[in-house]
């Protein structure tokens, strides 16, 4: 216990000094900085079209790794911020997690979240929740203070995937779904009728497979996904920020993952102008075997964003601090930091499982290779009656009897030679 204890306090005391180190790293003068985003913004052209959309709240991510990675995460989905990225995801993820965010956006504005999801074998199942607030005074035509308020923005979703096709040399392809409810709270008092509710949906795919692997793991190196997010009707005139998103990710050394999504906006239900194609670049790098760094550049709508993040994996607790820098960020305050929080709740035996599938199967081979037929051939049945997709075991049964129906034709044979002489007699 003592081990286990102190290797846990070790943990914790890398997350402190990483988190430290964010904090106290040197910033450039404010002037140098926005300088630098304003010729990357006026490089990649100016938009017009920026900020026609209603409930922008739906194109902020809640935090976590897909923040940290600029959002280039439509072929990534490793963890709960997927819902932001790729409803298919949730069909593939390892374990049932839940995860609360904490997003500090521009001065007093920020946004709180809390996902959950959950899978049974090929069908993922998850829920997640965001709402964004803005405290503000409201003052008279003569100065006087005549209350506080708070201007919100929340949306809660559901979300359903299911993953078609997995074999052995085969991940499959997972298709998802989320429905998802809006709603915008302005007081009356400062602005009356401007509080609306929106329902959209989102609609994704994803696969992965190997190429180029550079490496030996069961788990694969390329993805490609695709997804449609906030399909849905204008809100009093105004489009909601529908987008076209195609991803893919790569790993070509084992700690390294680079991503890439270009992403499209469309006007599916308005003659609105629709904003300039965007685009994200993220990297992942696996530090030690409970830490990882990312690190992204976002651009959409005229602002150049550039993001950094740590994620420390102390199972079952899962911590992600990220930092945020474009054109909104203020340098002199604590600001466009995010935290996420999340917590595993295993993988509903899966891995169990498997690890007894693996055994059965290597104990099918060496029955195998010491000409034990019908024992090979048991011990690969077995395997497959816990995981029928389990090719190599199929494979192995198969030769096996092959094999056997051989031996027993050889066997057939030399008895018929036996007797044929007495035959003749």
């Given at each position: ?293 990312q690190a992204g550049f976002l651009w959409r709508g ?97 030769t096996a009897k092959t094999m056997l129906s051989l ?19």
């Amino acid at each position: 216990m003592r081990s286990i204890f102190g290797g846990e306090m070790k943990k914790w005391r890398v997350f402190l000094v990483v988190f430290a180190l964010v904090l106290a790293a040197p910033r450039a003068p404010a002037d140098q900085v926005f300088e630098f985003l304003h010729r990357i913004s006026n490089g990649l052209g100016l938009d017009e079209a920026t900020g026609l959309r209603t409930f922008p709240t739906l194109l902020i991510s809640m935090g976590g790794e897909a923040e940290a990675m600029g959002t280039a995460y439509t072929a990534v989905g490793r963890d709960l911020s997927f819902l932001d990225g790729n409803p298919a995801a949730s069909a593939s993820l390892v374990n049932t997690e839940a995860a609360f965010y904490h997003t500090n956006l521009i001065a007093d504005t920020s946004m709180e979240g809390f996902a959950y999801t959950i899978r049974q074998d090929d069908l993922g199942l998850g829920f997640a929740a965001k709402m964004l607030h803005v405290p503000f005074t409201h003052y008279d035509a003569y100065g006087y203070n005549i209350g506080s308020f708070r201007y919100s923005e929340s949306v809660v979703g559901v979300n359903a995937a299911y993953n078609f096709l997995r074999g052995f040399y085969f991940s499959g392809v997972s298709i998802g779904a989320n429905a998802k409810l809006a709603y915008r709270y302005i007081p009356d008092s400062i602005y009356p009728d401007q509080s609306a509710v929106a329902v959209m949906a989102d609609i994704g795919a994803l696969t992965r497979f190997d190429f180029l692997k550079l490496y030996s793991a069961r788990e694969r190196n390329t993805a490609v996904g695709v997804t449609v997010r906030n399909v849905g009707p204008p809100v009093g005139g105004d489009p909601v920020p529908t987008m076209l998103s195609v991803g893919l990710a790569y790993s070509p050394f084992r700690p390294v993952l680079v991503a890439f999504d270009y992403n499209v906006p469309l006007s599916l239900f308005t003659d609105h102008e629709r904003e300039m194609p965007g685009f994200a670049i993220g990297t992942r790098v696996r530090v030690t075997d409970f830490i990882t760094s990312q690190a992204g550049f976002l651009w959409r709508g005229n602002n150049p964003r550039f993001s950094l993040g740590t994620v420390i994996d102390l199972q079952p607790v899962r911590l992600a601090v990220n930092y945020t820098l474009d054109m909104t960020t203020q340098l002199d305050r604590f600001d466009r930091f995010s935290v996420q929080a999340g917590f595993a709740f295993g993988d509903r035996g899966r891995r169990a499982v498997e690890q007894q599938v693996e055994e059965l199967y290597l104990d099918a081979l060496v029955a195998f290779a010491e000409g034990n037929i019908e024992l090979t051939i048991d011990l690969a049945e077995k395997a497959l009656e816990l995981d029928p997709r389990f090719q190599p075991a199929a494979e192995t049964r198969d030769t096996a009897k092959t094999m056997l129906s051989l031996q027993e034709r050889m066997d057939t044979l030399r008895f018929d030679e036996s007797i044929a002489p007495e035959d003749e007699l």
